[in-house]
């Protein structure tokens, strides 16, 4: 394992290197180690299983060098990185890649400069960077003993589905630059998804958690809630095709925002003219209820860091308040190129992500890390519920995209789990689960919220880098369409 | 191996000094080798024997070389030349064998057979203590859990093999600078239609990827193939309008020549773009379809049908989604409810549907083994309507007392191989597109696949096209954009009509399953086909 004083001195003395090259005029050396450990949850009570059926890792280090290099008229940039050598001979195979691939770019400013100081520090768990292959086995039965312990207990003993994962990722990184950046970063992510059913039934439940420490996670209590919520849904009706008013829950909120509203809000979908918010920047986008903000410095959550990959301290970037557009994510590169006199972008997200992982062989994008959403009066869930007097909780959504490109904002997905019809602003009946699909707009979904509840949860969705800390949103008039007749 | 050649003089300074301080300099890796590891893999594998209760090892160690660049709007955004070495180590071990995985990229410094002997070892002693760790829990609860099982693979012929990669022009011959100028040319062609194409984007990639397969079983397989693939993006807006958007791929598991004009378009790249940046600003000025509530005729064409497959025919036959395994992330089978009650040897097609998945034909799905050294076999999915058999890997066989077809594979060597779609087509017909257009009283041409969104258990979908056409008395008339079709699969499926002979593969480089998600290249594609859908439209927002 590679500890962040390595990675510290190897930057530091591959800028000492790099300064001293012909044509550098500017230069960033960044060097990360990471771990990705997942642990795979697969029990059928009526196939034969594994039960866990592979606990895995990856892992890797490297080096990644940005230089900008001047010789005659145009200043020239180039990328080049190295896989696990953090040595001064990683640094010169680095900038040899650099060299050789440089090129000019007319959009390209300059390097990032230092802003501001940090907010976190020694926010990960020394534990986890520690923890034994025994113990990650030993999470991962503890997720499926947690749902199987809760079907046994009902007496739910066949047609059981157990599914997911715990995953754990270690990271360190450090970066410095010609520009006086100097810093290191260090986190630690635990998080479990757990999807159990009663295949017979139909029904299907969600459980999750999440935490920075490992004193803290309990995959036991996710396989539990998971099963828990499956049962609940036993009995689930069909409803016909039509417009209802619906609450969203916390995973097709996070699915939503994590799929189409935030990569509408970077300044990528800008760059790419591919956003329904291009050139409404100022101007009214969502009902005034919806305020939405990437925030990467709070204490605890498992999206925080305490600075970029390109070494900008991490912090609140406003995106939407109350219902007005008010700011793009933005990395280093593209927060200089769409600068104006009128508009400024803080470019806090400029991150390596790759599988998780902050990757030495990526450029810097732009990615979220903890989103928030929040309402402008936010409610309890019960009273939530009571502004339906005819319309459907949904609990779990799944695949959802754009169907004509991020800009047109038209989305479809179907709601696959945790559902349910509500009346007189009570739950009366489960909904069944793979029979209904949304069709809609995104920009009609953040128009005609009429609540927001006050209860936020961190919640994860399968293959997004960030964290979205949701609470249930009630919306007015969505499409919903009745699908699947022939399975019953 | 050789000390990397291109090199700055003060680099080479730099490095001359490192070397006399005694500091390791990195080796270029290159896919050659292959040649020179290859002992060490088997040797680690040979003492593998040693291990008490280790049932099985396999260990793949994957090179892929490549150059790459990219260009938006004729200005260059960024290329490159580099080369990463990965190993992924499969052990089955325990009592009650069970699987323990480990896998990680290798740098040049560690090329060395020795500094990679002993990374390697060290891989081994994690997968063999996770492995034991899971076979002790799974000891454990078994008897609150009796569907708890050993692993069982199904047996296949533990093969010695070499395979090269094939290429007319060999992607490592080509200078990046010209796979920058073609970025840069073709790009700033496609914006500089005019004003009402904002943004233009060209991505190409060429290289060789070379894996090696070796198992305690004794099976040790070579394989190399080379990939190029151009990837373009246009949008196009009327002033005030809603922009229209394309995003497609050129490639194949071949040399430069894809890009030049051997591939299934049978055009350059530069012409492959320019063609689809003018098809998306003619959409610009084209009506919004309107949505249906009730099915009409469609009529599919095969760029579509290479999504449609994907989604309602490859990913429902693949055995591990059918057993259950992918239920928390890409969702299960509609095929398959358990071993006894299952759609296998039911019809569940109209009867002039025949679709197969076929790793020995060409395009992205194309191989000779998969990532278990299984060897690869033409897998009849749906015959006349009847669904035959599932995509299968070894454990998956065992379970559905089954052969193993070989359809397994893994995006990098450090992932864990998964169940994945090859070439996966709809079979040709013997009816001429013309033909079956010109039946159509009352119906509409859905034109080259988009997006797709797809049920839990693929039961149900709605996929975008790039054009609709409505079809009036057998002509094609009036042009639609933001368009689509919903349906249910097996309704979908029944409803065919009309099967056409112009069957094409298409490369799909961006299949996403598994946890943590790998994206996978396959082939898809089909013959022109005739059903019924419900059409899709774009709902103002």
């Known amino acids: 394992m590679i500890d962040t004083g390595m990675l510290r001195t190897c930057v530091r003395d591959g800028i000492d290197f790099l300064k001293k090259q012909k044509d550098v005029i500017d230069a960033e050396v960044f060097a990360s180690w990471n771990e990705h450990i997942t642990v795979r949850i697969n029990y059928t009570s009526d196939i034969p299983c594994n039960g ?6 990856t892992q890797g280090c490297g080096i990644a060098v940005r230089v900008v290099f001047g010789s005659g008229k145009e200043t020239k940039v180039g990328f080049g990185s190295s896989s696990n050598n953090i040595t001064p001979g990683g640094v010169v195979e680095a900038f040899n890649k650099a060299k050789r691939n440089k090129i000019y770019d007319p959009d390209f400013v300059s390097l990032p400069a230092p802003v501001g100081k940090a907010v976190l520090e020694n926010y990960h768990d020394p534990a986890v960077f520690e923890i034994s292959d025994e113990t990650i086995v030993h999470l991962g039965w503890q997720g499926l003993k947690g749902a199987l312990g809760e079907y046994n207990q009902k007496r739910f003993r066949t047609s059981i589905i157990a599914g997911g994962d715990i995953t754990i990722i270690k990271e360190r990184m450090a970066i410095a630059s010609t520009k006086g950046i100097d810093d290191f970063d ?97 101007q009214m986008v969502a009902s005034e209820l919806l305020t939405v903000y990437d925030d990467g410095a709070i204490k605890g959550a498992i999206g925080s860091k305490k600075i970029s990959c390109e070494g900008i ?176 | ?127 063999y203590a996770r492995a034991i760790a899971n076979a002790n829990k799974k000891a454990e609860l078994k008897p609150f859990a009796s569907s708890l099982t050993e692993v069982t693979l199904a047996g296949t012929d533990a093969r010695k093999d070499t395979l090269h990669s094939v290429f007319d022009e060999d992607p490592r011959s080509v200078p990046v600078k010209e796979i920058l100028a073609l970025c840069i040319k073709t790009s700033g062609a496609m914006h ?81 773009a320019w063609m689809r940046a003018h098809e998306t600003l ?51 089978s509609w095929l398959l409810r358990d071993l006894q009650d299952n759609e296998l040897g039911k019809q569940i097609a109209s009867s002039l549907v025949n679709a197969y998945s076929d790793p020995c034909v060409n395009g992205y799905g194309h191989y000779k083994y998969d990532a278990e050294g299984t060897p690869a076999k033409r897998v009849n999915l749906i015959e006349n309507g009847v669904f035959r058999e599932f995509m299968n890997g070894r454990e998956h066989a065992a379970i559905l007392k089954h052969r193993p077809n070989g359809s397994m594979r893994a995006t990098e060597s450090h992932d864990v191989p998964l169940v994945r779609m090859t070439n996966t087509v709809f079979a040709n017909g013997n009816k001429s597109p013309a033909e079956i257009l010109a039946e159509v009283k009352d119906g509409y041409f859905i034109v080259n696949h988009r997006i797709p969104s797809i049920s839990e258990s693929r039961e149900n979908f709605r996929i975008s096209a790039q054009k609709v056409y409505k079809i009036e008395s057998g002509k094609i008339t009036k042009l639609y954009r933001q368009g689509g079709i919903t349906a249910d699969s097996k309704d979908f499926l029944m409803n065919i009509d009309a099967v056409g002979n112009d069957f094409s593969i298409f490369p799909i480089p961006n299949c996403g399953k598994g946890q943590p998600m790998q994206t996978m290249r396959v082939g898809n594609g089909g013959p022109t086909l005739r059903s019924r859908a419900k059409l899709t439209g774009h709902r103002a927002g």
């Open chain 1, 186 to 282: 260090e986190s630690t992510i635990l998080t479990t998804n757990i999807t159990s059913m009663i295949e017979r039934e139909n029904v299907k439940g969600t459980g999750w958690n999440t935490s920075t420490h490992v004193s803290h996670f309990n995959p036991e209590e996710a396989g539990r809630e998971s099963a828990e919520r499956a049962i609940k849904t036993i009995g689930g009706e069909r409803i016909s095709s039509g417009t209802y008013d619906v609450i969203f829950g916390r995973q097709p909120v996070a699915d939503l925002f994590a799929n189409i509203v935030i990569p509408a809000l970077s300044l990528s979908s800008v760059n790419a003219t591919d956003t329904p918010f291009l050139g409404k920047l100022g």
């Open chain 2, 1 to 127: 191996m050789h000390i990397d050649a291109d090199i700055t003089p003060a680099a080479t300074t730099i490095q001359n000094k490192e070397r006399k301080r005694g500091i390791p300099i990195a080796n270029r890796i290159k896919t050659e080798l292959i040649d020179t590891l290859r002992e060490t893999v088997v040797k680690v594998i040979r003492q593998t024997g040693s291990l008490k209760d280790c049932r099985y090892v396999d260990v793949r160690l994957g090179i892929y070389e490549a150059k790459y660049a990219h260009a938006e709007n004729g200005k260059a955004k960024g290329m490159g030349e580099d080369a990463s070495l990965s190993f992924g180590i499969r052990m089955l071990a325990g009592e009650i064998s069970a699987w323990g995985f480990y896998g990680q990229p290798v740098g040049g410094i560690e090329a060395g057979p020795k500094s990679f002997g002993k990374i390697l070892d060290l891989g081994v002693r994690k997968a």
């Open chain 1, 52 to 57: 866990i059926h592979e606990p895995k890792s």
């Open chain 1, 313 to 488: 301290p991490t912090g609140r970037t406003d995106l939407i308040h109350n219902g007005f557009l008010v700011g793009f994510l933005a990395n280093n590169y593209l927060s200089k190129k769409f600068a104006s006199k009128v508009a400024s972008f803080v470019p806090r997200n400029g991150f390596r992500f790759e599988k998780g992982k902050r990757s030495h062989t990526r450029q810097p994008g732009i990615f979220p890390t903890n989103i928030v959403i929040e309402g402008k009066e936010e409610v309890s869930g019960r009273s939530l519920l009571s502004k339906l007097s005819n319309g459907i909780y949904i609990g779990r959504i799944w695949y959802t995209y754009p169907m004509n490109g991020l800009a047109a904002g038209d989305f479809t997905s179907t709601i696959i789990a945790d559902s349910y019809v509500v009346k007189g602003g009570e739950i009366v009946n489960p909904l069944r689960p793979n029979t209904v699909r949304i069709n809609s707009n995104i920009m009609d979904i953040i128009r005609k919220i009429i609540a927001i509840s006050n209860d936020k949860r961190q919640t994860i969705v399968w293959g997004s880098e960030e964290v979205v800390h949701t609470p249930e949103i009630a919306v007015q008039g969505v499409q919903l369409d009745n699908i699947s007749d022939f399975i019953g």
């Open chain 2, 192 to 272: 500089g239609i005019g004003k009402d194409v904002p943004y233009a984007s060209i991505d190409v990639q060429t290289g060789i990827h070379r894996e090696l397969f070796c198992s305690t079983e004794g099976a040790c397989i070579d394989q190399a193939h080379a990939l190029t693939q151009g990837t373009i993006t246009v949008v196009a807006q009327r002033a005030g309008g809603v922009p229209e958007i394309c995003h497609d791929y050129l490639g194949d598991l071949r040399g430069w020549e894809v890009l030049q004009g051997k591939n299934i378009y049978r055009q350059s790249l530069a012409d492959f």
């Open chain 2, 282 to 332: 003619e959409l610009t000025e084209a009506e919004f379809l309107p949505a249906t509530n009730e099915p009409v005729v469609v009529v599919t064409n095969p760029h579509f049908n290479a999504l449609l497959v994907h989604e309602i025919v490859g990913h429902p036959t693949e055995a591990d989604r059918a057993l259950k395994l992918e239920t928390a992330y890409a969702g299960r």
